[in-house]
Every structure is written in structure tokens, then in C-alpha cells.
């Protein structure tokens, strides 16, 4: 029976049910030490409906990778053939299964929900996870990323955690102390016999905490002094465990050292202290531990803590010692035990523990490996090894989503190293934690500094630097930035790959240019480097892809960067994804491909937040709330105006130039012209102009200008529009510079030939010709011809869901002397990105599961999507999506 705890059964009691129906969840039960969290825990886990997994954090297994997740998912292993290959792959690498398999963090996270919900399929699974607070990072991050995936299964993730730890995105469910009635009734039940001074006092000391009410009965007199309840509880421990036999003493030391709770080490390591199995049963028979078949657990894990901490130092010293020799065939955690036991500068010791760091980060534990290499450095005894090992653990720490932790690092490396080789890859953990959390120019500034040093021993290493030094500066709008990396580049010894460089940063820069004859030469340039490099390594395509966008070819763009991103999907290569989609997604806005965009960006998004990647993620709200711009939805362009105020231009520009287009879109759809033009010019005045956006909005300048009566502040940028476009050369881009020029001339003609040179390689802009050779022909009293245009132009914006320009359109058209009623809402409209994702997917005719490794979501989520969309459809089988227009 649980005292005082109906209300946090009450609702558990409803959030188990809601799982058992197929609709899971997860919570943390918060609370203080002896709270009781473990017997809420032991209550759900009663449940019969429930097949119950469950692990336990252990504070000194805490840098053991996957040690939690191993033991959860022990009992599940055998439905691993189930889940998508390069996820159960993952899974065996990270849990020690299978050969190390590289950075497959986000897939392990992935093959946790996907095993989970293959197991629901027998059933409502329930896990538990006591002690959340001391689970090793890589399990708690898996456990984490399964609670918030796991909403369409019949799986419920339970955590305990003391206050102040942290699982993002996981509700918490706050523990408070039993009620006076409450906690009288449990002390009751376990002391019936205490006599009634001491039983007032142990309800006064404890305070309403369950355990204290259990354990300070069971001390001399019940009072262990006025102490936060931890050291209280803590104390009255120790004295049960002074009044044991020194043996007894020992052999509960060596079983709170041996993390793992393995009784066969434990037993080897008493034996090579001349123990035997008769000190463990000694400490058993006082109740505080519990030997079962092969494992030692403890009663409580305050026991542990106060075994441990009461031993004498040496004591501890020796029993790592133990315990080191004792693990032969574990070599990981017998390294971490040799360090435990050591009192001084070890290098034998410091690279046991880096080779454990390697194996670690292999298994996709990285945030053990950095622990592991911080230890080691604290063993080392040279400079020189010290630095290398902190720049190893820097660059891990980023792999490991630990900016603040990596950037601590490499500082400690910056102060040590001498070595330019090493001060090369601090530079580059640096800028790595600069591009996705500080500022573009920054990461330009480290970047060339650490360059200059590593040129005389590794040019091509230099090369490199340079070249993400450059695309940074690019990014951040900074020309003479760009320029400066250039020049240095091409002081580098002449090399193939370095002098591609050369000839692509410098065909970039080209289009910088005044002179348009040199621009035209900097875009043949570029393309010329698409053209070559659309079938190499996956970093180059990327990199051609991004060229693609600067000359304006976004069907190359696009074709480049949809191989590359089923390529990286096949692969498992996760983290690539979102600097993939981004760019994909961008090439689709460019395009009038709004849908497609959105399915683009939203899933960059969503992978972008998972794998901690917040520079990514601005970029895809941005390019989503452009979409919105478009759209109308004002509540949609809201994030680019908190990724502004995150990424402003001086330190990402591409990030601002597309918030700023997004939110000035949307002003000039709604006809707040003044607005649009203000915040237009105010962008182009800084670092948004030297970025591709800033370009290609000079044609809605034009546009707020006109139709605001201030032609002249039109001028500079046409002048911008037609410089680029004279370089560019692309009929598209002809068409948008004569729209611009019928706008400010008044010359309707104009749009005629825009119309023409425009085709149909960008719908929403293409529209807005029509809208606008429309009205010009209304004022001019064509109306019969203005009305084919016009409704072409109401056709066009009712596709995309361009409601304001739509309304435009139809009020130009009404005027005209033709009245038309709003066309029937697209039912493809209504989804949502990520059900617009599955239900393309489902018309292919691919199967849920198919759909699932597809997309990193468990089979259960594709059904649930399907599930809302089908109404949203008007279809209710899966043929029938065949037949719809998706696109």
C-alpha cells in the first residue's frame, strides 16, 4: 500500500490506460531522496496488462555508454530483426553487439522507439526508469528521444529522477512529502512498537519523507541531528553499517565500486582482497543488500552512496585496485577502475582510458568518450599529450551536442598546445561551435587564424580551413572576408584540389563584381564547377549545390541535393540531413515548389531540433515561414522574428535575409506596402545584401515602392536586379528585371514579354505578373483581356494557397466586370507537413513500415498520420490516394 500518494496514482492510473489503448506518453516522477519515487514506480510496474522493462541508473556506471539502455532492452533483443536494418545496426554497434559503427547518436535514439514499438505490437509495454539522474548520458538521451517519438504506440515510458534533473520534453510529475495523517499511518504500519517520545521524534525528523519514516526507526535513537534529509538519511546508514565486522565493511565497499552490480566480479575482487563470500551475506542479513543469482543490488541507492563515501580513502584506493584486476575481460571498465586508483600522473593508465574513449565514441557514446579523455588528461603527464587530448575530447564533445563543453575544452587545448597540428583542430571545434551557436564572422576569424599556422606542415588541411572559412563569410555577407580567405588560398602550394578551390571561391567572389562582363565570368565559372562535381563525395555535392543556388540554377539544386538526401537516409547518415533538406528546400521556395518546400524544411526541422543542430533550425523556420508569407498566416512568420532576434545579421546573414523576405512578404501581400519597403531597405543596408536573397527580393522593393507611390525608391533596387540578372542570364530572371521595369515605366507592354520570357519555371512569380499585367490592362480599359489574365493569375495564387494574393487577384477581377467565388479548398492543403510526407509516400504505394524507415518514425506514427488524413482527404483506402493531386 502506497500512503498519500492517491493523486499521483489517480493520474498514472489514467496515463497507463491511455497507453494500454495505443496511446503512449512518458513522465518523470520528480523528487527528493527517499520521496518514494521507486515505489510509485514499483506500484505502476504491478500492472498485469503491461509487459514491464525496466533499468536503473547507477551514479558510478554513469560513464559506462548504454549501460542503462543495455539493461532496459535486454529482454527485447530478439524483435530487432523487426526494426529497419541501419537502425539495428546502430542499436548492436551502441550496446556493444557488433562492430563500432560511427556517429549513429540520432539512429540508436531512433532504433529505441522503433524496438519499442515493435514489442507494443504484443501488447502495451511499459518501462521504468528508476534514478534517472545517474543514467549515462548516450541511454538517457535514447530514453528521451523514445518519450517524446512515442505518442502513436502502446508503449509508456516511466522515469524517477531527483529534483533538478533534467529530460527534455518529458513531462514531470512533482513528489511532495507525505501529510502528517499520511506519514503517521506509514510509520505505523513498519514501527507498530515504537514507544511514543520516539516515535513523535522520528515523524518530526523525517518530515514527511517515506524513506526517513522506514530507516531512522532502525538507528540508535532515531536522531541523527539537525541535517538536510539526504545526510540524515546518509548518517543513520553509516552507523548500521559501522556496527558490521570489518569484512563485511569491505566486501559492501567492493559492491558499491563495481558499478555494474555483477556478482562474479564482485566475488573475484573480494577474493583478491582475501574475502569471501561469507562478508557479502554478513552485510545481507542486515538488510542492506540483496544477493540475487548472479547480481548484488542495494536495498536503496543511498546505501551505496554512504558505503562509499564512509569508507576511508585507501580503502576505496584498494578496492578499485581490486576491481581493475578482477575485470580482465572488460577492458573498458577496468580502465575507468585503474584511474580510480590512482593517486597520481599515470600515462599507462591516461591511454587505457583514451583507447576506452575511442571505443566509447565507436558505439556512438560520445559523451562517456569525453569523460573518459577529461580523465585521462588529469593522468597525463606532458603538455604536449595533454593538449592532444583535449582536442580530441573537444571535437568529440561537439559530436556529442556539448557546446558549452567543447568550447570549455578547447580553451583548456588553446592554453597547452604549441603544436600547429593541434591548434588546427581546436580552431576547428571552434568554429563548428560558432557556426551553429555564435557568429558566422567568428568562425571566418578562427578559421584563418589556425590556417595561417597549419599551411607549412598540411596545406590541404589549410585549403580546407579556408574554404569553410570563405562559405562562412558567404553566409554572413561579408565579401571582404571572402576575399581575404581567397588570397590566402591561393598563396598555398599549386595542387588539384587546392586550385578548384581557388577557381570556385574565386568565380563566387566574381559576383561581387560591378562589372557585369566579370560577373557572367564568375557565373560560368560556377556552373562549370556544378557540372563537374554533381557525381562526387557527398561534401562536394553539397558544395555544388550551393553554387547552383547562387547562379539561380535551382532545378540543379534541387535534382543534386534529392539524391544526396535519400542517399544519406540509405546510410543512416542522419546528421547530414539537415544542411541537406535546407538547401533542398531552399531550391523549392525558388521554384514556386511551396508544398514541396514545406515538407522539406519541416523535416530538416524536426531533425535539426533532435540532433542539436539551432543554427539549422532557424534556417528551416525561416525558409517554412516564408511559405507562411505567402500563405497569408501571419502566426506562421512568427518564428523569423524570434530567429532574428537569435540570428541577426551580423552573425548569420542567410538566416535574417530569409526572415526579413518572409516578413516583409507578407506586409506586401496584405498591402502594407510602407512596412515591406521599410524593412526591405533596412535589411539591404547591411551585411543581407551581399547574400543570395537580397538579391532576389529587390523585385518585391520594386513592387512596395510603385504600388506605395515612391518610385524612386525603386531605382537601386531594379539597378541590383539587373545587374545580377545580366550576369545570371536566365530567361526567368530576364522576365522578373521587365516586370520590374513595366512597374516603374508604367510601360504595360513590358509584361507581355516578361510573361514570355517567365514560362512556367516559378509559379507564384509568374502570377504575379499576371496580377500585375492585369491590372495594368483594367486601368488601360482592356477588360476583356485583363480578365484572362487576371483569372490566370487567380487560378495560379489559389494553387499555391496565396490567399492574400489570391483576394487580390479576384478583387482586380471583380472590377473588371467578372465575379468569381472562392475555389474549393484544397484538400492537400490541410495536412500537415508531416502527414503531407506520409500520405505522398502511401500513394507510391509503400507500406507503412517502408514509410517508417523512410521517414526515422515507428510504423504505428505512419498509421496515425494516415489515420488524420484520410478525413482531411475525403478517401478512406490507401488506392484511392493514388488518384489525388499531391503536388
Not at 547518436?105 to 534514478?131: I, Q
Not at 560591378?514 to 562535381?533: F, I, K, N, T
Not at 512568427?638 to 548569420?652: I, K, M, T
Not at 492537400?828 to 507503412?848: F, K, M, Y
Amino acid at each position: 500500500m502506497l500512503y498519500g500518494r492517491e493523486r499521483e496514482q489517480r493520474e498514472l492510473g489514467r496515463l497507463l490506460a491511455e497507453a494500454a489503448a495505443g496511446r503512449g506518453g512518458a513522465v518523470v516522477v520528480m523528487g527528493e531522496p527517499g520521496g518514494g519515487k521507486s515505489a510509485l514506480l514499483r506500484w505502476a510496474g504491478s500492472n498485469q496488462e503491461f509487459r514491464v522493462l525496466s533499468c536503473t541508473g547507477v551514479e558510478s556506471e554513469a560513464e559506462l555508454p548504454f549501460a542503462a539502455l543495455q539493461s532496459m532492452l535486454s529482454g527485447a533483443m530478439g524483435h530487432l530483426p523487426g526494426i529497419p536494418g541501419p537502425q539495428a545496426e546502430a542499436l548492436r554497434a551502441a550496446l556493444g553487439l557488433a562492430a563500432p559503427g560511427g556517429d549513429n547518436r540520432f539512429l540508436v535514439g531512433l532504433a529505441t522507439v522503433s524496438l519499442l514499438a515493435e514489442l507494443s505490437a504484443d501488447g502495451p509495454v511499459l518501462c521504468l526508469v528508476d534514478d534517472a539522474q545517474w543514467l549515462d548520458r548516450p541511454s538517457a538521451e535514447a530514453l528521451a528521444f523514445a518519450a517524446r517519438r512515442l505518442a502513436a504506440e502502446g508503449v509508456f515510458l516511466l522515469f524517477a529522477a531527483r529534483e533538478g534533473a533534467a529530460l527534455p520534453g518529458v513531462p514531470e510529475l512533482a513528489l511532495k512529502r507525505l501529510d502528517p495523517m499520511a506519514a503517521r499511518a506509514l510509520l505505523a504500519e513498519h514501527a507498530p512498537d515504537l514507544p511514543a517520545h520516539v516515535r513523535d521524534r522520528v515523524l518530526a525528523e523525517a518530515d514527511g519523507n517515506p524513506l526517513a519514516l522506514l530507516e531512522l526507526p532502525k538507528t540508535d535513537d532515531g536522531d541523527s541531528g539537525h541535517l538536510p534529509l539526504p545526510h540524515r538519511l546518509q548518517d543513520a546508514y553509516q552507523r548500521r553499517i559501522a556496527k558490521l565486522p570489518a569484512p563485511a565493511r569491505t566486501a559492501l565497499l567492493v559492491a558499491a565500486a563495481e558499478e555494474s552490480g555483477a556478482l562474479a566480479a564482485t566475488l573475484r575482487a573480494m577474493a583478491g582482497l582475501g574475502l569471501t563470500a561469507d562478508a557479502l551475506a554478513a552485510a545481507e542479513g542486515e538488510g542492506l543488500i540483496a544477493v540475487e543469482e548472479q547480481t548484488v543490488a542495494f536495498r536503496h541507492p543511498l546505501i551505496r552512496t554512504a558505503v562509499y563515501r564512509g569508507a576511508p580513502f585507501t580503502d576505496r584506493l584498494a578496492a578499485h585496485a581490486a576491481l581493475a584486476d578482477a575485470l580482465v575481460g572488460d577492458p573498458d571498465r577496468a580502465a575507468w577502475h585503474r584511474a580510480a586508483a590512482a593517486t597520481g600522473p599515470d600515462d599507462e593508465v591516461a591511454a587505457d582510458l583514451e583507447a576506452a574513449a575511442l571505443r566509447a565514441r565507436g558505439r556512438s557514446g560520445h559523451a562517456t568518450a569525453v569523460a573518459a579523455l577529461e580523465r585521462a588528461v588529469r593522468l597525463t603527464s606532458g603538455e604536449a599529450e595533454r593538449a592532444r587530448r583535449l582536442a580530441l575530447a573537444a571535437e568529440i564533445a561537439v559530436d556529442a551536442g556539448l557546446p558549452d563543453r567543447a568550447r570549455h575544452l578547447a580553451g583548456q587545448a588553446l592554453r597547452l598546445a604549441d603544436d600547429a597540428r593541434v591548434l588546427a583542430r581546436v580552431a576547428t571545434v571552434r568554429a563548428q561551435v560558432e557556426f551553429e551557436h555564435g557568429s558566422l564572422r567568428t568562425v571566418h576569424e578562427v578559421l584563418v587564424a589556425a590556417a595561417r599556422q597549419v599551411a607549412p606542415l598540411d596545406p590541404d588541411a589549410a585549403a580546407s580551413m579556408l574554404a569553410d572559412a570563405s562559405r562562412a563569410s558567404w553566409s554572413a555577407g561579408d565579401p571582404v572576408r571572402v576575399a581575404q580567405a581567397h588570397r590566402i588560398l591561393e598563396t598555398l602550394p599549386p595542387d588539384p584540389f587546392r586550385g578548384k578551390l581557388v577557381d570556385s571561391i574565386g568565380g563566387a567572389l566574381k559576383l561581387y563584381s560591378d562589372d557585369a562582363a566579370e560577373a557572367a565570368d564568375g557565373v560560368a565559372l560556377l556552373r562549370e564547377h556544378v557540372a563537374q562535381g554533381r557525381s562526387g563525395p557527398p561534401g562536394l555535392r553539397l558544395n555544388v549545390a550551393l553554387q547552383a543556388l547562387l547562379t539561380g540554377d535551382y532545378d540543379d539544386t534541387r535534382d543534386i541535393m534529392a539524391d544526396l538526401a535519400e542517399e544519406r537516409r540509405a546510410s543512416g547518415a542522419v546528421g547530414w540531413l539537415p544542411a541537406v533538406l535546407c538547401t533542398l528546400a531552399t531550391a523549392e521556395v525558388n521554384l514556386g515548389r511551396h508544398r514541396d518546400a514545406i515538407q522539406s524544411a519541416g523535416e530538416a526541422l524536426r531533425i535539426a531540433e533532435d540532433t542539436g543542430q539551432p543554427s539549422r533550425v532557424a534556417h528551416a523556420e525561416a525558409l517554412l515561414a516564408y511559405v507562411a508569407a505567402v500563405r497569408g498566416d501571419e502566426r506562421g512568420t512568427r518564428p523569423a522574428e524570434q530567429s532574428l532576434r537569435r540570428f541577426p545579421a551580423h552573425a548569420n546573414a542567410l538566416v535574417a535575409a530569409w526572415c526579413e523576405w518572409a516578413l516583409a512578404l507578407l506586409d506586401l501581400g496584405r498591402g502594407r506596402y510602407e512596412a515591406a519597403l521599410d524593412r526591405l531597405e533596412t535589411a539591404t543596408r547591411g551585411p543581407i545584401r551581399h547574400v543570395g536573397p537580397g538579391v532576389h527580393f529587390a523585385a518585391d522593393q520594386v513592387e512596395a515602392a510603385v504600388r506605395l507611390g515612391r518610385p524612386e525608391r525603386a531605382a537601386e533596387p531594379l539597378a541590383r536586379l539587373e545587374q545580377w540578372a545580366a550576369a545570371a542570364r536566365l530567361p526567368w530572371e530576364d522576365g522578373l528585371v521587365l516586370r520590374c521595369r513595366a512597374l516603374v515605366t508604367a510601360d504595360g507592354t513590358l509584361y507581355a514579354r516578361a510573361l514570355e520570357l517567365q514560362g512556367e519555371a516559378r509559379p507564384f512569380e509568374r502570377a504575379r505578373t499576371e496580377l500585375l499585367y492585369g491590372e495594368w490592362l483594367r486601368r488601360e480599359r482592356h477588360k476583356a483581356e485583363a480578365r484572362m489574365h487576371l483569372r490566370e493569375a487567380l487560378e495560379r495564387f489559389e494553387r499555391l494557397g496565396a490567399a492574400p494574393w489570391a483576394e487580390h487577384a479576384r478583387a482586380e477581377l471583380r472590377a473588371a466586370g467578372e465575379s468569381s467565388a472562392p475555389a474549393a479548398a484544397d484538400a492537400a492543403a490541410q495536412l500537415t507537413p508531416q502527414e503531407l510526407q506520409v500520405v505522398r509516400l502511401a500513394a507510391t504505394g509503400a507500406t507503412n513500415k517502408e514509410i517508417a524507415a523512410r521517414l526515422f518514425l515507428s510504423p504505428k506514427t505512419v498509421g496515425h498520420h494516415l489515420y488524420r488524413a484520410f478525413p482531411k482527404l475525403g478517401v478512406s483506402t490507401r488506392t484511392e490516394l493514388a488518384r489525388l493531386s499531391l503536388e
